[in-house]
């Protein structure tokens, strides 16, 4: 099996991350950074079309907006790499939502600017206390070979599948680094039939510093994913704030619970005028998604949400209440959120949310491409405030 | 095919505008928009865009906007028409702030161009930025740049 990171904090690692509280009402400027964030500055160098980048200052919600092809799922890949921090598997599991299955990616070539391995991607972010955390990844060729002690069915034999080895080194905010090998192997049965692929990651990889849930619009959350953190939320009877949320789309809903009639569990939601619940997915696509975002701000409690076009699925009319419940869900579960938008509907839908709270917590970022190099512009309160009432195109 | 509406308020949202021109003129309002487009188009002048960005307490945040908006890079010349109001010395001094705030290069005197190219892009070969007052003598001039 492929191993899996389980998203918790590290308890012990709790203390040098203190999460500072940083309430009030100010709106912060440009030059200000919020060091109780996990991801304030970032720079990514060598990834995918990324062949250097830097972004920032982020706020605790964040929207990035830019052309087709200039950067923007590979940016939010990027953090993903640094939430696992030394998860090789992470590699594969981006390469699976782009449609790449795990026989392209065992070169691990297409994670690399320009496809060229050689020099390495180097992830660095400077987040609580303003210290640097930074994940390096490179490749070192290897022998193909056959490995025995991989074998777990009879018939099969475990080959290095393209004899590259992939690494992950990560450097703490103390300095302290560790690293991991990740080899991937290739299942033959009968001498010639590829049946499977599997990832071997050594050392084991243990906890994260900070949770992290990636939304995505081709791999939506499955239906497990979704049921946990309802029923996380339950438990600790903060489930509201999710019932709120929905209502914005199905005013009609009275109350959610979780049922498993067919021995698939869902969740089911109920409906006023109709006599039975209905499952969750029958009640469109739209609050399926905002339930999906909810639920992952919450349990990826002081971690971070990456969202791919945040948008999808959702009518017009709901995106500045949309906005709401996200800002509320973020203060409440003290979570980061960096999605990406094609729509200034979208863009002017969370400037108009954030400028009616208390605190503008909220940054849009615009990516650009200038002479074959990828580069992010940052617009603060005032700054959006003006390209929007001019108006001006925010979206590159 | 349908605008875009304010999600809030469910008006129609006004299409962003694009910076089309290397030379920029920025005016208050829509009012000066329309006579300077069209006394530029009676001129047979077509290589400057006209630009309202609304009154003159706005300008500080709405350069800083336009600073940082996708298509600045292809901007070489900026001016800047503001009403003079009864104090043409602070009306410079406010758009020198402004343009100062905004990273721009500041001019010494009303209708006298910096030397700098505002993009220091060396593909650009016109190298000015004039910054003047609404004064009914010098429209023309200001127009011709």
Known sequence: MVKRVDYQRKTKKDKQ??????????????????????????????????????????????LITGINNVGKTALLEAIFLHIGEINPELAWRIDRWRGLGPDYSSSWRQLFWQFDPKTPIRITATGVKDKKR?????????DATIIKNAIQREKETAFKSSGVLIQ???????????????????????????????????????????????????????????????????????????IDAMRLIEPRLEGLEILSPQGITLIFGHLRDYNEPIPLPLLGDGIRRLASL???????????????????????SVMTSMWN???????????????????????????????????????????????????????????????????????? | MMGLVCPN?????????????????????????????????????????????????????????????????????????????????????????????AGLPVPKKVMEPTNRNINLNPSLTSQHTVTTEDNANNLLKTGLF
């Open chain 1, 325 to 396: 419940m996200i800002a509320e869900a973020a203060t409440q579960f003290n979570t980061q959120v960096i999605a990406t938008t094609h729509s200034q509907e979208c863009v002017v839908a969370a400037h108009d949310a954030f400028s009616k709270r208390k605190e503008y917590s909220f940054r849009l970022h615009r990516l650009d491409r200038q002479n074959g190099e990828i580069t992010a512009a940052t617009y603060d309160q005032e700054t959006l405030e003006a390209a929007l009432s001019i108006p001006l195109e925010v979206r590159g």
């Open chain 1, 294 to 316: 909810i639920l992952a701000i919450s349990a990826a409690q002081r971690g971070i949400v990456l969202v791919d076009e945040i948008e999808n699925g959702l009518h017009h």
């Open chain 1, 168 to 242: 992950f080194e990560y450097t703490d905010e103390n300095g302290e680094t560790r690293k991991t090998i990740g080899t991937p192997l290739m299942f033959i049965e009968d001498e010639d039939n590829v049946v499977r692929f599997e990832l071997r990651i050594e050392p084991p990889i243990g906890l994260t510093r900070f949770a992290g849930v990636f939304l995505n619009p081709r791999g939506k959350t499955t239906y497990d994913e979704d049921v946990q953190r309802f029923s996380q939320m339950r438990i600790k009877q903060q489930d509201r704030l999710l």
């Open chain 1, 17 to 62: 991350g203190i999460i500072k509280e940083d309430k009030g009402g100010y709106k912060r400027s440009m030059g200000q950074v919020d060091t109780s964030l996990p991801y304030n500055m970032l720079e990514v160098e060598n990834f995918r079309c990324i062949k250097s980048l830097t972004i920032g200052p982020l706020e605790q919600v964040n």
């Open chain 1, 134 to 142: 930074s994940l390096t990844i490179s490749t070192t060729p290897a």
């Open chain 2, 9 to 101: 308020c469910g008006t129609k949202i006004e299409k962003p505008l694009r910076i089309k021109e290397e030379r920029l003129l920025i005016v208050e309002g829509r009012d000066e928009e329309e006579f300077f487009s069209a006394l530029l188009e009676k001129l047979k002048i077509n290589e400057i865009q006209v630009l309202g960005i609304g009154g003159k307490s706005l300008l500080k945040d709405r350069l800083k906007a336009l600073k940082i908006d996708s298509q600045w890079k292809k901007v070489s010349s900026l001016g800047i028409m503001r009403d003079a109001d009864q104090n043409p010395e602070g009306a410079f001094q406010s758009v020198c702030s402004a343009l100062k705030n």
